[in-house]
């Protein structure tokens, strides 16, 4: 007897959608690509216990014909793609078909749906792969897709699933990688009758700010730069975060061609142009969004993917740095002194909506840009001329704006506040400074300059004191030697696990340099840096810490005096590289408003 037979199609469905339909979340995104796909202006999303019971997408789209509303259950029915070349150039995010088969194989799916054209519309119900109704109903033009009781014929993938709030917050996360690339498009997510997002059409910043805006204390269309960068290869446009809004867990976000995308690699990119910017832990938040030809890159057309490969990720790596770094120099450069009020720098931006109500009062230094020495025409493969060196950068930046818009320190008489802050009038209000956040930034710039030229000022110990360490910190004191060298420490490794220190950075004068190297091993043991770039920031860092003035120290006039000139020559003098704003202003408004 012979015992091979085809697997009836409700069987092979249900195991197809053990692929494509892992949970409520990957359903939701196969409903509402396809609204999408349908175009669709409006679209609502119901979800009832986290999807478990329902999952409902209604949307104003093309809607479908009645043959078309049966014909869509079957697996590889699709209107998307006809041919095997239709596959390159895709313009839909769907194209397999294979999506509202796998979920009718798994729930219990109804669908209401009306085109333009006809009087009245169409009602399928399917449950489990089986057409339980298909008849005439009256309905607004558009699809209305329920699916309900998800799994109800698979009760592994049932049990499988988690608590209804990671499946919630797996539906947020899904819902979040489509809103945040069509914000032309009306969205509204209702959750067992609460209303959680109501996103009207409006600009990419308004849509960020109302998805994650509310979670932000000032908001966070204020706070983001927009980042800007068009080569032949790649065009990389969004908003990034500044570095003092970074957090422990920040959103993240890259889009390919309106495609979600995890990209390990590029995520480290964004992270080097902030190298020295933010504090340990910290993440800044980013939007980023590429427009690549399709051919350049290779989207694994598994639904459930979130990889892209690209042709050549070198270059691209380098773009994604450049351009990141060249908003985060922007924002360095452009916000003066004078004119920072409180958290309101933004980059003026055409027709940003809501932002052009309160234009900012920010100068531009139109003449910066890192682009500047190769602007025209961009060839493949030399990209690299487009960006000058980081040093070369930092030398443009810090004279240009020296120029611009250091505050004139003969015209006032610094004051000191507290044992901590020097108040100075300047022209549009009293500006504020943290002494010790002022020293940090101008000694880290100062340490900095000695690893560049590998020459610390030494000071030699009377009588050198050994240290003890652990294995592991000890390997990382000999790993790190050279570098600790170039600021000024002298060490000598006496047995594998001890060493003497025999000279100690000058500038730490009084401090305790050992607990100061015990400090910068921890640091470096936790945060993890590898290169060795990363590790002369860390270290100039934690000594530009211990070494700086602290609150409660008295400074004469003259000392106040040099430490603002030198903050004032610093390219970023508001913020310490660890992200810590150093001074502010407190506008004459501001004061006019208290005495009212
Ligand atoms: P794919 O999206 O890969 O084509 P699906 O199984 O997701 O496959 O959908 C099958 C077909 O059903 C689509 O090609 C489309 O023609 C139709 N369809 C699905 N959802 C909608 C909708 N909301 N509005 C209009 N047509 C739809
Ligand atoms: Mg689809």
Redesign the pocket.
């Known amino acids: 007897m012979d015992i091979i037979h085809l697997l009836p199609d409700s069987v092979a469905n249900q195991i197809a959608a053990g692929e494509v339909i892992q949970r409520p979340a990957s359903c939701l995104k ?2 509402v ?3 999408l ?2 175009g ?1 202006k409006t679209i609502h999303v119901i979800v009832r216990d986290a999807g478990r019971t329902l999952l409902q ?1 209604t ?1 104003d ?4 014909s009645a043959t ?1 509303a049966r014909m ?1 259950f079957e697996r590889h ?4 793609i006809a041919k095997a070349e239709d596959l390159f150039a895709l313009h ?10 796998s979920i009718a194989a798994v729930a219990q799916v109804e669908v209401l ?1 009306r085109r333009a054209e006809d009087e009245v519309g169409t009602l399928v119900e399917i449950s489990g792969s089986e057409v339980v109704r298909h008849e005439p109903a009256q309905t607004a033009v ?2 209305c ?1 329920k699916v309900k009781n998800l799994f109800f014929n698979v009760p592994a993938r049932r049990r499988f699933l988690k608590t209804d709030a990671t499946e919630l917050r797996n539906l947020i996360n899904c819902f979040y990688r489509i809103v945040l690339v069509y914000p032309d498009v009306h969205f509204v997510l209702v959750s067992d009758d609460e209303l959680l997002y109501d996103l009207p059409k409006s600009s990419l910043k308004q849509r960020i700010e109302a998805v994650f805006g509310r979670t932000m204390r000032n908001g966070i269309a204020s706070r983001l730069v927009d980042v800007n960068a068009d080569t032949a290869a790649v065009r990389i446009f969004g908003y990034i975060g500044k570095p003092e809004d970074a957090q422990k867990q920040a959103q993240q976000y890259f889009f390919v061609n309106g495609r979600y995308m995890k990209h390990p690699y590029f995520h480290k990119a964004v992270m080097s142009a902030y190298a020295g910017m933010l504090a340990p832990d910290h993440n800044p938040y980013y939007f980023l969004y590429f427009d690549i030809e399709p051919d350049a890159i290779d989207i694994n057309i598994h639904p459930t993917k979130t990889e892209i490969k690209f042709a050549d990720e070198q270059m691209i790596w380098q773009i994604v740095l450049a351009a990141v770094r060249e908003s985060l120099g922007k924002f360095n450069v452009t916000p003066s002194i004078d004119f920072d009020r409180e958290g309101e720098i933004e980059m003026p931006q055409a027709g940003s909506g809501r932002g052009d109500a309160k234009m900012p009062q920010v100068s531009i230094n139109s003449s910066y840009n890192p682009f500047k020495r190769a602007e025209t025409n961009y060839v493949p493969g030399n990209w690299q001329q487009l960006y000058p060196s980081a040093e070369e950068q930092r030398q443009e930046t810090a004279e240009s704006e020296q120029r611009l818009f250091a505050p004139d320190l003969s015209q006032a008489t610094p004051y000191q506040y507290k044992e901590r802050y020097i108040l100075l009038p300047v022209e549009t209000g009293l500006l504020t400074v943290d002494q010790h956040l002022a020293h940090t930034a101008v000694l880290y710039k100062h340490f900095r300059k000695q690893q560049a030229d590998k020459q610390g000022v030494k000071q030699q110990v009377l009588f050198p004191e050994v240290l003890d360490l652990n294995a592991a910190d000890a390997t990382l004191l000999v790993q790190i030697q050279e570098e600790l060298e170039y600021v000024g420490f002298e060490i000598c490794q006496l047995a594998p696990n001890s060493f003497s220190v025999d000279a100690v950075p000058a500038e730490l004068g009084g401090g305790n340099p050992l607990r100061t190297l015990i400090g910068i091993l921890h640091e470096l043991q936790e945060t993890g840096g590898s290169t060795r770039e990363t590790w002369e920031q860390r270290i100039a860092l934690s000594l530009a810490e211990d070494a700086a003035i602290k609150r409660g120290k008295v400074l004469q006039e003259s000392e106040m005096r040099d430490l603002l000139e030198r903050l004032f020559a610093l390219e970023n003098y508001q913020y310490t590289p660890g992200g810590k704003r150093i001074c502010s202003i407190i506008s004459d408004e501001e004061m006019e408003r208290k005495m009212k």
Do not use: H, I, Y
Request: proline share 0%; aromatic share 2%.
């Open positions: 196969e409903l690509e396809n609204s796909d349908a669709a997408v949307d789209g093309k809607g479908m078309d869509a029915a699709t209107s998307k839909t995010m769907g194209f397999r078909g294979e999506a509202l088969a749906t558009g699809t897709m």
